[in-house]
T-cell receptor, first 114, second 115 residues
């Protein structure tokens, strides 16, 4: 039981490049979310999903895309990287409302855009 | 807009002392209030959580106090230990299935417990 697995752990991108941050969970959780963490800002929600095929925007969705084709995977795509997207990104998963016990977070991807 | 406000930003406590971190929320459409603990280089991990129909919840040395009328909740760490040194986040979950268990986080408190 690996929990929530994020890859890569570190990434450096040039401005304008695109990339996909991978997230997979093996707990059969319905809910999955992407957060970014910046100093003094806490964690801010980028996108979330309540199940396969269903996604929606969070607080800071601009510049990011998501899709959820399976229950296990929830990749985050940066379309055209900008320095403002330098951050630590966390993927998280949880059971649905009836079983909600808080999110389980991955270990994060530290992204630097130069 | 910051819907969950957390204070202080940083906190230094002596070993054996009590650490207190406060949070206030603006939106009444929250139904679950967790606290997360994060060590450097790691993802946040659920520490303790409370629902708004309860005024206090205690788990070991960790206690949440919840004041629904004031829209405030706080984390108390009794007998603080150097191993408690970490960043703590409060959060609030928005009601509704279609909210996807959305957690709104506070800004975080960096706790340092001195030996």
């Amino acid at each position: 039981n690996a929990g929530v697995t994020q890859t890569p752990k570190f990434q450096v991108l040039k401005t304008g490049q695109s990339m996909t941050l991978q997230c997979a969970q093996d707990m059969n959780h319905e809910y999955m979310s992407w957060y970014r963490q910046d100093p003094g800002m806490g964690l801010r929600l980028i996108h979330y999903s309540v199940g396969a095929g269903i996604t929606d925007q969070g607080e800071v969705p601009n510049g990011y895309n998501v899709s959820r084709s399976t229950t296990e995977d929830f990749p985050l795509r940066l379309l055209s990287a900008a320095p403002s997207q330098t951050s630590v990104y966390f993927c998280a998963s949880s059971y649905s409302p009836q079983g909600f016990r808080g999110y389980t977070f991955g270990s994060g991807t530290r992204l630097t855009v130069v | 807009q910051q819907q969950v406000k957390q204070s202080p930003q940083s906190l230094i406590v002596q070993k054996g002392g009590i650490s207190i971190i406060n949070c206030a929320y603006e939106n009444t459409a929250f139904d679950y209030f967790p606290w997360y603990q994060q060590f450097p280089g790691k993802g946040p991990a659920l520490l303790i959580a409370i629902r708004p129909d309860v005024s206090e919840k205690k788990e070991g040395r960790f206690t949440i106090s919840f004041n629904k009328s004031a829209k405030q909740f706080s984390l108390h760490i009794m007998d603080s230990q150097p191993g408690d040194s970490a960043t703590y986040f409060c959060a609030a979950r928005k009601l509704g299935y279609n909210q996807g268990g959305k957690l709104i986080f506070g800004q975080g408190t960096e706790l340092s417990v001195k030996p």
